[in-house]
């Protein structure tokens, strides 16, 4: 599952550690034994062999889990109690489907995840200590459904990745965390300063920049066309020989008619400019929103043609169920997750790994 932000690793690894942030040292969190245990059972469970595991993953899987914690003591206090009141029938499903709505898993996905449970009582009665395998599995059905294949930015060409979001769900903040990891993996990235419509937008990204070792272009004229900062980019990372181009856009102009003519002309830039450049377009969404944040989405999903969400901020909520929600009903995989607003707190989505965090006792 890390493999792309592995690349290169060993290479970049002795430049990594001097250029490590105070940010980042001051991040570093103890783990306690049973999270360590939890997060080496997990990474076992994606067939990682003890010697591969790095302490890196270990407190990823543990700041996820923490930071699933609010969803997960939602679902799993109840959950066991419905389980343990004996073999699942109509009503203890009636439960469970509650149970989903209050996480914000939305109607469809919970009406798919209670047909394929009822398909599986029907065929046999599912013991207790079975219920919780069946669930997971068909929970990780639902996220793996619209990813096809896997996700790692393509070699040997440009890669343009485009944050688009309404005002406030992270994107720059995740601009931030996105550049930290590529760059670790050892990929050469470059940051567009898109968001012009506020003045402390294109701060805002510098700062982030700095942090993460990442050079920024940015137009310094008030209320610059974005556009052009993006054809400026475009032109700076393929003099530079860029692998990743991050694209920082506004969540918010005069009215939303602006604001999507404005990221339908950064996107006709880039199709021009950048032609043999593969393109990735993200949705970034404030899992604290939960089902109002998917609508939002979909207006966003009409103009900017996304090919992937980014869940931000699943960290101290307990709507972290509507990542079902955006795989069964906008039909888009999740590429990432953010639990936190440190430089370390976002990674690559795994199903997997997200299913345990969530449903771990
Ligand atoms: N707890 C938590 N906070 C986050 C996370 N990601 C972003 N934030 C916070 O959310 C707030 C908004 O983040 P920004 O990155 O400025 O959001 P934006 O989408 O760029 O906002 P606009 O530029 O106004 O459209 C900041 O205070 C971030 O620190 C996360 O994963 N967890
Ligand atoms: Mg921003």
Redesign the pocket.
Known sequence: MFNWFRRKREEKEKAEQAKITPETESEKEIQSEEEIAWSKQVLAGEGKKPEEVDEEEITWLAKLRRGLDKTRRQIVNQLKSVIGQGPLDQNAISQIEEMLFSADVGYEATEEIIKALEARIKEEALPTTEVMDCLKDILRRILDAPIKGEFAPQEGKLNIWLLT?V????????IGKLAHLAQKSGYKCLIAAA?TF?AA?VE?VKIWGERSNTPVIANPAKNADPAAVVFDAINAAIARQVDILLV?T???LQNKKNLMEQLAKIRRVIDKKAPDAHVESFL?LDATLGQNGLRQAQVFSEVAQITGVII?????TAKGGVAFAVAKNLGLPIRFV????GLE?LRPFSSYEFVEALLSS
């Open positions: 979001g005002n406030g769900v992270g994107k720059t903040t995740t968001d506020r937008a805002q920082d506004a969540g918010r970034v931000t901020k699943l960290d101290g953010g639990v936190g607003e707190d």
